[in-house]
């Protein structure tokens, strides 16, 4: 299906025309980066409507990429940029946008760099829409790549100051496998010319070539998961990161990671290096339950939610190596879910920490006074631990089972990891509700009606993706 | 006879710069700085339309010939060379000193180039380069420091002297084994023997051993980065930004003319020194304290991912060299013009550490340098992602893998030096004050990084007539 309007153009210009108005706002002592805020807020939810008109319009059995925009961008070298989407990407583009307008919710109040801060997100937001829309082998490679800047500033800025070489190796992990994927589509452009990824998945390239390429393709996915040995680095940022727009933004990398499985995922590439996909399977399960344990017993709040977050990504990305196009699609809509309420976990747990940090004081407790937050935040624990509330449950166990299916042992590990990042997160809700005398946090502490009325919308959007994933799509 | 006065004008107007811009420094009272960049700009104007109405037409053309390919070269020289002379401008002001002879040895040097970019006979060069080395001896100590000046421009002036025998014993070497010095009997004669002897082969290593240490390749670079590091910053950016066309032009007429028949030879020894440039410029840049000296090794580490790229010199490695060059040079303008805003305390920005925080004095400024580098580094969806995509897949076409690892591991090294620039923008607090910048560089920074930013929407209109232009050249 052809668009004869390039809204998938727009959905992707779109944030970046919101980043030039944002660089010509007023930024002083008097606005405080309200304007920068402002045009950031309406950017994004222009974009949401823009993408609600494009599942309208989209055929949402079809497997296939829709809405083509082609053009020629070089002819030396003679380069085509594609862009489609299907149910599953836009759905991601859905998710994404709603988690930095969630993430937008809890820096309101912001005054450090706010402007810094909106114009990077609005770039990010630009780019990963691009990365999840483009339809052909440059365009993602060119996507994937340039959303790092974006990240590598916002993390300089808003992580800690004293774990800056941490950044510089954040910035060159991932740049090398950006420049690993730079190599692999080299290669297939040198044997193909400019293919579409649908066309990627049907290539044979066969033997030493088709080792490098789906090798090179797997190992810089994986340098954006944090899965051994990248593990590290990745957790030490994020839990680095108090604000939080900042860390939704970076727990949203390695979700580009598992879009970038799925879209490249074809029947060779598990043959072309099949032996080795066994031993990222191994090295994931045990990533997952070490990740989990450490969420488990760390302290810090941060570090659980990352812990969580962890072993949810890695749980996705095993599920996409079982190749079956059914699952895909429950982690599609699982992902939905999981980013909304990872989000939003983000926030609230972010606004604790800054009430126990402005009243120096601990936030053990402080839910049995604050009601509202109380609500929202036992809501959001119970649906990320996969209650009945949100996509996460009925996918997730569909994801499940077909794991325990394919490998009973590698599945009783999974389970067991998934059932202590839902502990850690019992616990630390537990915690906050652990009523302690100490805690000088009262009900005036509670998040603004203004916040509560937005969180209870991110409530209803997450209890009617469980009604049906796709329930806001009124088709033409 | 009018005809070949007319034909002439390029140069003519160019020269006649010198006794008018004397003149004027002799006689007129209320000069300031802006006279002689009027003067220049007009006369370089002049120069610069009179070059592409007479782009075929040559008067000696046994000596020099214009031709589409040299008129290209010289459109892109002038063009670069008139808007850094209106950077220029800017810090003679600013500092209230005399333009004067920076824009005259500019002018003079500007002559010798589009002379040299035209020449088919070996005299032309053996006569021009002696006479640019001198010139930039003369651009090198302007208004800086006597003492450190005498001792860098010594050493430079020993170095090019040893440079000049030897480009002078190559062309006496080739004249003996050909009995001419025109580029085309040359290429014929060497085409007719079918097998070079060793004589003649190192009659032509020592001409382009000349012209790299001209171009400032490892392991001749450190006059070039000793240079920047002590130069003001208008000769800083002229040095930068001007010569590589040039001597990139040279090195693509010698290399598919003169010397087309030796070039399986010759590009050994051009691989030794891209490699070494690469990495030595990649790896020094890592270690500096100083900017100017920062980016004088990254010209160095461009200068060898371009040559990398080049070294087969058919139609696709031509014209991916010519757009890296171009957009090395967008980009290096527009971080010459950052620096020509940044000032504290009336002094210009020379140290790392003097840019700790300037995110927060300077945004406009910080997020102009930001995109320059991101572009320099090649990461999309800047325009030097163009560059880099072009010479890398050049590569990948010519099957040359173990290349396009090395570029790649030089690539990291230097973006982590670029890495080190942008901590100390946007990292670190605010150290110093900075004065304030005048408005009319925010305006050529925001058309520049329009051109960078907008360009990668479709880059083919930048360069696609020159691209026609260096096909045929190969051809």
Redesign the interface.
């Known amino acids: 299906m052809n668009s004869s309007f390039a809204l998938l153009s727009l959905i992707v210009a779109l944030p970046f025309l919101g980043m030039l108005f944002v660089l010509t706002a007023r930024d002083d002592g008097v606005v405080k980066g309200r304007n920068a805020f402002n045009v950031c807020i309406f950017t994004i939810i222009a974009n949401i409507i823009l993408i609600w008109r494009i599942f309208m319009i989209l055929n949402e059995k079809s497997r296939e990429l829709q809405l083509l925009e082609k053009f020629n961008w070089l002819s030396t070298p003679n380069i085509d940029i594609v862009l489609g989407v299907d149910t599953f990407s836009l759905l991601l583009i859905l998710a994404v946008h709603l988690a930095v307008l969630i993430g937008l919710s809890g820096v309101r109040n912001n005054l450090y760099k706010q402007k810094s801060l909106m114009v990077f997100t609005l770039l990010f937001l630009s780019m990963v829409t691009g990365f999840f829309v483009a339809a052909d082998i440059f365009s993602f490679y060119l996507f994937f790549e340039a959303m790092l800047i974006p990240l590598f500033m916002i993390i300089g800025m808003f992580g800690e100051v004293k774990k800056q070489d941490l950044i510089y190796r954040f910035f060159l992990y991932n740049f090398i496998g950006a420049l690993i994927l730079f190599s692999a589509t080299m290669l297939i452009y040198h044997h193909q010319g400019s293919i579409t990824l649908e066309e990627v998945s049907r290539l044979p390239l066969k033997g030493g070539i088709g080792f490098y390429v789906w090798g090179a393709v797997c190992l810089s996915f994986l340098s954006r998961i944090p899965i051994w040995p990248f593990h590290y680095w990745i957790s030490s940022i994020n839990s680095g990161i108090r604000n939080p727009l900042a860390f939704v933004i970076t727990a949203l990398m390695p979700l580009t990671a598992i879009y970038g499985f799925i879209r490249f995922l074809p029947p060779h590439f598990s043959s072309s290096i099949g032996n080795y996909l066994i031993w990222i399977n191994i090295i994931g399960v045990i990533t997952m339950v070490f990740i989990a344990l450490i969420g488990f017993i760390n302290k810090d709040s941060q570090y659980k939610i990352f812990s969580y977050i962890t072993v949810y990504y890695i749980m996705y990305l095993l599920g996409i190596f079982t190749n079956d196009e059914v699952i895909v699609f429950n982690i599609g809509y699982s992902l939905f879910g999981f980013i909304i309420v990872i989000s939003t976990l983000e926030v609230l747990s972010g606004y604790i920490i800054h009430k126990e940090e402005e009243v120096e004081t601990s936030s053990r407790g402080f839910l049995c006074r604050a009601r509202k937050l109380s609500f929202i935040y036992s809501f959001m624990t119970l649906a990320a631990i996969g209650l009945p509330v949100s996509a996460i449950f009925v996918n997730n166990f569909l994801i499940l089972s077909k794991l325990l299916s394919a490998n009973i042992k590698m599945g009783m590990l999974l389970v067991f990891a998934l059932v202590i990042a839902g502990m850690t997160l019992l616990q630390e809700l537990f915690r906050l509700k652990d009523d302690d005398k100490s805690c000088r946090l009262g009900k005036s502490d509670d998040i603004s009606i203004f916040q509560f009325v937005f969180m209870i919308f991110v409530m209803f959007i997450l209890l009617m993706s469980f009604v049906k994933p796709l329930w806001f799509v009124i088709n033409e | 006879m009018l005809q070949n006065w007319l034909i002439l004008l390029p140069e003519l107007t160019l020269l006649s710069f010198l006794p008018v811009a004397w003149l004027v420094n002799l006689y007129r009272e209320s000069k300031t700085a802006k006279t002689f960049f009027t003067l220049s700009k007009y006369f370089l104007g002049a120069a610069l339309i009179f070059t592409i109405v007479f782009y075929n037409k040559s008067v000696w053309s046994a000596w020099w010939l214009n031709s589409r390919y040299s008129t290209l070269f010289k459109v892109a020289v002038y063009t670069v060379a008139l808007v850094w002379f209106y950077f220029a401008s800017k810090w003679f002001l600013s500092k209230n000193r005399s333009s004067a002879k920076f824009y005259c040895i500019c002018m003079g040097m500007l002559l010798s180039f589009g002379i040299l970019l035209s020449a088919q006979n070996f005299l032309v060069p053996a006569l021009l380069v002696p006479v640019l080395c001198l010139l930039t001896r003369g651009l090198i100590p302007l208004h800086c420091d006597e003492e450190k000046a005498e001792a860098i421009t010594s050493v430079y002036i020993r170095e090019s002297f040893i440079f000049w025998l030897l480009l002078w014993g190559g062309i006496s070497i080739l004249w003996w084994q050909t009995g001419s010095l025109e580029y085309a009997d040359i290429r014929y004669i060497f085409a007719l023997e079918g097998e070079v002897n060793w004589i003649a082969y190192s009659g032509a290593v020592m001409i382009v051993s000349s012209l790299l240490f001209m171009m400032a390749a490892a392991p001749f670079h450190l006059w070039f980065v000793n240079a920047l590091s002590l130069a003001i910053l208008p000769v800083c950016g002229f040095l930068t930004l001007i010569p590589p066309f040039v001597y990139l032009s040279c090195l693509i007429t010698l290399m598919t003319g003169v010397f087309a028949p030796l070039s399986q030879s010759l590009q050994t020894l051009l691989f030794c020194f891209a490699v070494f440039s690469l990495f030595v410029g990649a790896v020094s840049a890592n270690r500096q304290n100083n900017i100017r000296r920062l980016f004088g090794f990254s010209t160095t580490y461009n200068l060898g991912f371009m040559l990398l790229g080049i070294l087969a010199f058919h139609s ?1 490695s031509v ?2 060299a010519f757009v890296y060059t171009i957009i090395y040079v967008l980009a290096m303008i527009g971080i010459y013009a950052v620096f020509l805003g940044l000032k504290s305390k009336g002094d210009y920005v020379s140290e790392l550490e003097d840019l700790s925080g300037l ?1 927060e004095a300077k ?1 406009y400024l910080s ?1 102009a340098f ?1 995109v320059f580098m ?1 572009s320099l580094i090649g ?3 800047l325009l030097g ?2 560059g880099r ?2 010479l ?2 050049t590569l ?2 010519e099957e040359r893998w173990s290349d ?1 690892l090395m570029l ?1 591991i030089a ?2 090294l230097m ?2 030096a670029y ?1 080190q620039i ?2 100390k923008i ?2 670190e607090p605010l150290q110093h004050s900075f004065d304030r910048t005048d408005k009319p560089i925010y305006v050529c920074l925001f058309i520049n990084l329009v051109l960078i930013l907008i360009s990668i929407l ?3 209109y930048l360069l696609h007539d020159a ?1 026609i232009v260096l096909r045929g050249l190969t051809q």
Do not use: G, K, Q
Request: hydrophobic share 55%; net charge neutral.
């Open positions: 696709h014209v991916s995110s945004p997020a930001l991101i990461i999309p969806p992602f163009w995509l072009s890398i897949n990948v076409s396009v790649m690539l990291i973006a982590n890495l942008i901590r946007y990292f479709n880059p083919s691209e």
